[in-house]
């Protein structure tokens, strides 16, 4: 999905209430250092939809391999942080893709970082818990 497609999302997510949506890569967020404004209010208006989660997943896939560090990435983790709360996001290691960035562990690593100021409890949805509700294979 990508960023212009998200009142799209919103519509059909208001439609079907009973469903619920999976919002992966965040809608696809600008880069680091473009607008993120119409983004953000996009984004912030699926998040109205309580049917609604989204994965923290392929924030690094556009940009250059090795160009990347956490921090370019905390606007964008801090809006959807604002808009689903720690309850309705997931993490995503984007595996096998990742490891044509800096690889798996510098993504979680740098998904940690970007998650610090949770609390053990809501890392804890954030990286597994959210995501064994959201598919429960058992």
């Known amino acids: 999905m990508r960023e212009w497609q998200l009142p799209q ?14 919002l992966d890569h965040l809608g696809g967020p600008p880069e680091p250092g473009q607008d993120r404004s119409s983004w953000a209010m996009r984004l912030r208006d699926l998040a109205r939809q309580p049917n609604v989660v989204a994965k ?9 391999r090795g160009s990347w560090r956490a921090a370019d990435l905390t606007e964008t983790v ?7 709360d720690p309850e309705r996001l997931l993490y995503g290691s984007e595996w096998p893709l ?7 562990q510098l993504w ?27 598919y ?3």
């Open 108 to 134: 979680k690593s740098a998904a940690e970082t970007l998650l610090d100021g949770l609390s053990v409890s809501e890392r804890a949805r954030v990286f597994g818990g959210n995501a064994a509700d959201v």
């Open 78 to 84: 801090t809006v959807a942080l604002g808009a689903f």
């Open 56 to 64: 923290v997943s392929g924030l690094t896939l556009g940009l250059a």
């Open 136 to 138: 429960p294979l058992f």
């Open 9 to 22: 999302a919103t519509r059909l997510a208001a439609r079907h209430g009973g469903l619920r949506f999976v």
């Open 98 to 104: 990742v490891e044509l960035g800096k690889g798996a």
